[in-house]
């Protein structure tokens, strides 16, 4: 009844190609162009990269982690459940449903993801940060950075919404100049799980040596 092409691989290579004729790549190298189509692929727009935003050695530091077996460190479930197992293999951990997070953050007046990073602390050290939705997590996380603990290789920070999104990046990426930590944002409101993994998916498949 409808003409629609069924190969995956053809749907995802028609996808990739528009993308590149649609989307201004000029200003990315060619690791940087596949993290950026990536993120136009999970959302619809070429427009998203008007706010996107990558250090320089992001996505090298962000291989050499993945190829490490580095821990990655997510904010919630969704982040952790949407990478892409077939190319990921490293550790993943979210602490936001532990017993007592919601009682501590409670006690303490704050969101449960602030209060659930306690427990990133023994592991951050050269690992992957995937922050995709709390911008209370992505405060929390540069305090701690500020308060000298141990640097992760790579943060992903696109938490998403009205209050404290726009400006959890915005410190991120001025933040990113004195931390030398590799960095990959959404300015502004826009963000979500879906497109923080959708980064780290791009790198990882760099890793495997898929590329469009």
């Known amino acids: 009844m409808y003409d629609y092409l069924k190969d995956p691989i053809a749907i995802e290579r028609e996808s990739f190609r528009q993308i590149r004729e649609l989307s201004d ?4 190298s060619e690791d940087e162009s596949q993290v950026a189509m990536r993120l136009v692929h999970t959302c619809g727009d070429p427009a998203v990269l008007d706010s996107f935003r990558i250090s320089s050695q992001a996505t090298e530091k962000g291989l050499q982690a993945l190829a490490g077996n580095a821990p990655i460190l997510c904010d919630v479930e969704m982040v952790r459940h949407g990478l892409t197992r077939r190319y990921i293999n490293n550790p993943t951990h979210c602490f936001l449903n532990l017993d007592g997070i919601g009682e501590r953050a409670k ?3 704050e969101t449960r993801t602030m209060a659930a990073l306690e ?15 709390a911008p209370t997590a992505l405060f929390r ?6 308060a000298g603990e141990a640097k992760p290789a790579l943060i992903i ?15 991120l990426w001025e933040a990113q100049h004195w931390l030398d ?3 990959i944002t959404l300015l502004g409101r826009r963000g979500g799980s879906a497109l923080a993994v959708s980064a780290l998916n791009a790198l990882a498949r760099i890793q495997v040596g898929e590329r469009y």
């Not at 996380?141 to 500020?146: C, D, K, Q, T, Y």
């Not at 920070?157 to 410190?171: L, N, T």
Request: proline share 2%; charged share 10%.
């Open 107 to 109: 006690a303490l007046g």
């Open 181 to 183: 930590i590799g960095t």
């Open 25 to 28: 790549l000029s200003g990315f």
């Open 119 to 133: 427990h990133w602390v023994r592991m951050m050290d050269g690992a992957i940060v995937v922050i995709g939705n």
């Open 141 to 146: 996380l540069l305090e701690m950075l500020a």
């Open 157 to 171: 920070g696109m938490p998403v919404g009205f209050v404290g999104a726009s400006e959890s990046k915005q410190a």
